[in-house]
């Protein structure tokens, strides 16, 4: 994996922080807290854009859907195709 372009002892510390939530509802708190309202939305598409593209969506579909811009899209399919496979992992887990 190649995740030493992220590792810092504060990203550390935000990862931490994360595993400690314990709900929804102080996931929704702390990001609240912690992120823009836009860079929440944005996120949360992304992992919607992996979903519908791992239940082998089109790009009309998915733009149609989430209003994503093909670039976001793109950026996610090479995430799902080259990346460390942490969509797949999440989405898994989260049964979708």
């Given amino acids: 994996m190649q995740l030493k372009k992220l590792q810092s002892k504060s990203v550390e510390q935000l990862f931490e922080a994360i595993l400690t939530l314990k709900s929804v509802e ?13 860079e929440i939305q944005s996120m949360a598409q992304r992992l919607e854009v992996a979903r519908m593209l791992r239940l082998g969506g089109t790009y009309t579909q998915i733009v149609g859907e989430t209003s994503a811009s093909t670039a976001t899209i793109s950026r996610v399919k090479r995430s799902l195709n080259y990346g460390n496979d942490g969509y797949q992992m999440t989405l898994e887990r989260l049964g979708r």
């Avoid at 102080?26 to 836009?38: G, M, R």
């Fill in 26 to 38: 102080e996931a929704y708190i702390f990001f609240d807290d912690l992120c823009t309202v836009n």
